[in-house]
């Protein structure tokens, strides 16, 4: 346990590392700068200006410097935003993504698992078949596509919900952007669910357990479920990645305050220290949530050996 | 591959539809546009915001400029289409390579290879690729070249686990004994042997990239007007959501189709092709 912990962090900072050098090498070979606006700028000024922020300095000092600050946990302050560091413009717009794609995971996860279980369990019937097309068409149906449908329908027809915009700790304001956002992985934890669920009910165990006469809701939850959820669990590491990035769509959708429109216009502005400070973030959740996937998954399943 | 795995696929009624549904959105995306009278770049100030109707030929309507919605969704599953195949075949040939050669040298090369695969699926891809179009915007090839580069991840993990134990059979010991050198081995014992699976991985790659590209012309990083795919006419829907929801309608729906059927197609052949689960 302690040496699997060791290698994977071990393995996480050169991760980290190739993340933040491919991000500075694509920004800086981009034609353009952050301070090239419509206006040409008095040398001086432009000079002043990057000095301040040591973009006249060699290429690879601005790396060894970028480096050295982030090992720090300082992602550096934002060309766009004047005054404005990167951690602080993070700080702002990530309780909004945690909030959404926390909600998010935990709805595919959870309505994910019992109707792929459900469909298993009356397998080839029309409840099967009805739950597979819609899960088959949430694959399908691309997060950009879903959400504007979403707003459409409950938003402007109905006027059940508000179509947009954020206010803290409102369940309104959350329900479409948090349902959008889940159901592309709901439908992906469904059918992962079916097909391992179906698995599992072959098992002679679960025939076992039949012939002792146990009902079947005790053979389902007690003996089905963990093994069943195995493939999901693994699948949570990539979900997460989709739920990280599919949230900056959302937020263009929705107009959400996260990080996901800061990186948006940083990357339209080369705003390199914000894109940078983002990827690098998504990076290391990526890593963790990886790593979580993988503990859980060693203890569903005592078989699983931690290397 | 042939034969029976044709058959298996053939009563797979599901993935058989889904076929039969490409070939007529293929051949209608090709079709369309040639035989049309409109033009998917040229404004038509008298025929603004035009609901779809039979009559006067604009069946899906017009846009905002007054072109006509058919043609030019017709054109969006056009570019789509192209990047889909062409960015799945770059993702397939580096992920087919990169696993049968990491899994028949084996050892140190093999864990240095996966390691790097590895470190590579913590990567932040669609920001990287948001990026990589910002950069490439003006130039559409490198866009689906950098999609297909990093979406090769999957199929060289499925081609190494293969791989493994497609090297203990008999037929790679005795080319072995022939003297057959390490890459005529790979390539012409190998990766025969592979294509089942590499097309099944092929056919669910294309949707993803399909997703991918739209997902890049829906934040305008991906191809630049007049031109249209799939993508940006969605987001050109969106604008226009309000006020004229058939522009939205036409184009999700046609993108919704093409992913449902390649979908329904590559969980069919795999259904046909690998003998290991079926009847599940």
Not at chain 1, 207 to 228: M, N, V
Request: charge should be positive; include cysteine; proline fraction near 6%.
């Amino acid at each position: 346990m302690a040496t699997f912990l060791l290698r994977r962090l071990l393995i996480a900072i050169p991760t980290l590392l190739i993340i933040a050098t491919l991000a500075f090498v694509l920004l800086r070979v981009t034609p353009g700068g952050p301070f090239d606006g419509d206006k040409p700028m008095i040398p001086e000024i432009r000079r002043s200006i990057e000095a301040r922020y040591h973009l006249d300095q060699p290429l690879w000092q601005q790396y060894l410097r970028y480096l050295g600050d982030l090992a720090h946990g300082d992602l550096g302050p934002s060309f766009q935003y004047r005054n404005t560091s990167v951690n602080e413009l993070i700080a702002q717009g990530l309780p909004v993504d945690i909030a959404i794609g926390g909600s998010a995971l935990l709805l595919a996860l959870l309505l994910g698992c019992a109707i792929g279980m459900l469909a298993a369990v009356r397998r080839n019937t029309w409840l099967d078949r009805l739950g597979m097309s819609i899960a088959m068409l949430g694959i399908s149906l691309p997060v950009f596509v879903i959400a504007p449908v979403l707003i459409l329908v409950f938003a402007i027809q109905l006027r059940w919900l508000p179509p947009g915009d954020w206010v803290a700790g409102s369940w309104r304001h959350m329900l479409l952007p948090v349902i959008a956002l889940a159901f592309p992985y709901l439908a992906s934890i469904a059918r992962l669910m079916r097909a391992s669920t179906l698995e599992v009910l072959a098992s002679p165990w679960i025939r076992a357990a039949r012939a002792r006469g146990l009902p079947t809701h005790t053979i389902l939850l007690k003996h089905a479920l963990r093994p069943a959820l195995l493939p999901v669990i693994a699948f949570l590491g990539p979900a997460f990645a989709g739920v990280v990035t599919g949230s900056i769509i959302i937020e263009t959708v929705f107009g959400l305050p996260g990080i996901g429109r800061y990186f948006i216009t940083g990357a339209l502005n080369r705003d390199y220290t914000v894109v940078m400070g983002v990827t690098v973030l998504y990076g290391a959740l990526i890593i963790v949530f990886n790593l979580l996937a993988d503990l859980c998954q060693a203890w569903l399943d005592p078989r699983v050996r931690l290397r | 591959m042939k034969g029976e795995g044709w058959m298996r696929l053939r009563r797979h009624r599901a993935a058989m539809l889904s076929l039969w549904m490409l070939g007529l959105v293929v051949l209608a995306a090709l079709l369309v546009p040639l035989f049309s009278p409109y033009h998917y770049a040229v404004p038509d100030w008298d025929a603004i915001f035009g609901e779809p109707r039979w009559q006067g030929g604009h069946v899906f309507g017009t846009d905002n400029l007054g072109r006509d919605m058919l043609v030019r969704v017709m054109w969006g599953c056009r570019i789509s289409l192209l990047v889909g195949v062409l960015a799945s075949l770059v993702s397939v040939l580096i992920g087919v390579m990169w696993g049968a050669t990491a899994g028949y040298v084996g050892g140190r090369l093999d864990s240095t290879m996966m390691r790097l695969v590895d470190i590579l699926y913590s990567v932040p891809f669609i920001p990287l690729v948001i990026v990589l179009s910002v950069l490439f915007g003006r130039n559409f090839l490198l866009v689906f070249v950098a999609i297909g580069a990093v979406s090769w991840l999957d199929i060289a993990r499925i081609v190494r686990s293969q791989t493994l134990s497609l090297k203990q059979r008999e037929f790679i010991e005795a080319a072995h004994a022939l003297g057959v050198r390490t890459p005529t081995m790979i390539f012409r014992h190998l990766v025969p042997n592979l294509l089942g699976i590499v097309v099944v991985c092929a056919t669910l790659t294309i949707p993803a990239v399909i997703l991918f590209e739209a997902l890049l012309s829906f934040l305008g990083l991906g191809v630049h007007p007049p031109l249209a795919s799939l993508g940006s006419l969605v987001a050109e829907g969106v604008v226009n959501l309000q006020s004229h929801p058939y522009m939205l309608i036409s184009p999700a729906v046609l993108l919704a189709l093409i992913i449902y059927c390649c979908n329904y197609l590559g969980d069919g052949l795999r259904d046909a092709l690998d003998p290991r689960d079926r009847g599940a």
